[in-house]
């Protein structure tokens, strides 16, 4: 295979999987307290580099496609939304960036969400998934005629580097002991108001457009070499 096909097809693989971010972005763009995701692109280089300095043993077509392009990482965009009052008393937002509430499944589980549209489900607060929010002690909320239980909701900090997407705009804990429990929430917390996505439509398409491009003319590449060395092997094989 000619080697300048090795990092084109790492390329296509990388755009590909940009698309895929980029649209799951979009389909949440209505999606209360949905943070988007970034990918940043490296390259093969780096990790060879480990290799070496490790003293790795390394292959010959490692040191060839050491320019390969990859996906280093992926990471959750923090920003906060604009918040948006909507005079309805269960839905909640947080204007800090960093907090986050605290839920549980019906199996038990505990994950961390941004998402404050709560709903009243016989009387105890809820998600609009079905998951209980907790207060500060890890307990599910009663909901009263005095709307006192909005001083009962819990808040939680922990990095973004500690979570990872669950699904149903969830995030799970990597770490439980780098989790603390806000003490003071009223201003972090605004009632009868909600945060949007942090998705900016604009720039989600364009950036959407450069990558089916990227792919496109990546494609159009590889298509050009291999029409180069079939020519040439019909040229060679000619040769008498």
């Known amino acids: 295979m000619n080697l300048a096909v090795y990092p084109l097809a790492a390329n296509m693989v990388n755009q590909l999987n940009r698309v895929d971010m980029i649209s799951n972005n979009l389909a949440n763009m209505k999606t209360a307290g949905f943070k988007q995701e970034q990918l940043v692109e490296g390259s ?3 990790y060879l580099q480990k290799a070496q300095n490790a003293k790795e043993e390394i292959s010959q077509i490692s040191k060839i496609s050491n320019t390969t392009p990859k996906i280093e990482s992926k990471y959750i965009d923090g920003t906060t939304g604009n918040i948006i009052a909507t005079s309805n008393n269960l839905d909640f937002a947080i204007t800090q960036k960093d907090l986050y509430f605290k839920v549980k499944s019906q199996d038990g589980e505990v994950y961390l969400t941004r998402d404050g ?9 809820m998600t609009k998934t079905g998951l209980q929010v907790l207060n500060a002690n890890g307990a599910p909320i009663a ?8 001083s009962t909701i819990g808040l939680f900090k ?10 149903n705009n969830n ?12 003490a003071i929430y009223q201003t972090n917390l605004t009632q009868g108001t909600y945060e949007p996505s942090n998705v900016n439509s604009l720039t989600s398409m364009i950036a959407l457009i450069e990558a089916q491009r990227a792919f496109e003319q ?18 060679i094989g000619g040769v008498k």
């Open 44 to 46: 093969f280089n780096q």
């Open 117 to 125: 549209s709560f709903t009243n489900q016989n009387g105890t607060l």
């Open 143 to 150: 909901i009263d005629n005095e709307n006192l239980f909005a």
């Open 158 to 167: 922990t990095e973004l580097t500690n979570i990872e997407k669950m699904g």
């Open 171 to 182: 995030y799970k804990i990597v770490d439980k002991q780098k989790l603390t429990t806000l």
């Open 218 to 235: 990546t494609q159009k590449a590889i298509t050009g070499i291999g029409d180069l060395s079939t020519t040439l092997l019909e040229k």
